[in-house]
């Protein structure tokens, strides 16, 4: 089965970094588009940024262009999202997921908080 296993959030500074981790199986991840989205209370998950399947393109929403990376290592089957100059906005719980109708999975996020 499909996994998707978020990891490395928590309670930061404004202004701080946060590093997210995906680590997935149970799917061909070298082959398979990524993504992160988020999702703040009251509010739908929106998608914050893909990555292609070999890394070669990035896109980002708006709100964190600059500042968030995504990357992956597809050895470890793992997804990244490097976090910078977090903003109180930034607080919701973050989920990664294929690009793909076929891989309809969510994992249990992570949560991250930005406040003072």
């Known amino acids: 089965q499909v996994q998707l296993v978020e990891s490395g959030g928590g309670l930061v500074q404004p202004g701080g970094s946060l590093r997210l981790s995906c680590a997935t199986s149970g799917f061909t991840f070298s082959n398979t588009d990524m993504s992160w989205y988020r999702q703040a209370p009251g509010k739908e998950r929106e998608l914050v940024a893909r990555?292609?399947?070999?890394?070669?393109?990035?896109t980002y929403a708006d709100s964190v262009k600059g500042r968030f990376t995504i990357s992956r290592d597809n050895a470890k089957a793992t997804l990244y999202l490097q976090m910078n100059s977090l903003k109180s906005e930034d607080t919701a719980r973050y989920y990664c997921k294929a690009v793909s109708p076929a891989l309809l999975y969510w994992g249990q996020g992570t949560q991250v908080t930005v406040s003072s």
């Open positions: 990555i292609t399947s070999a890394g070669g393109s990035t």
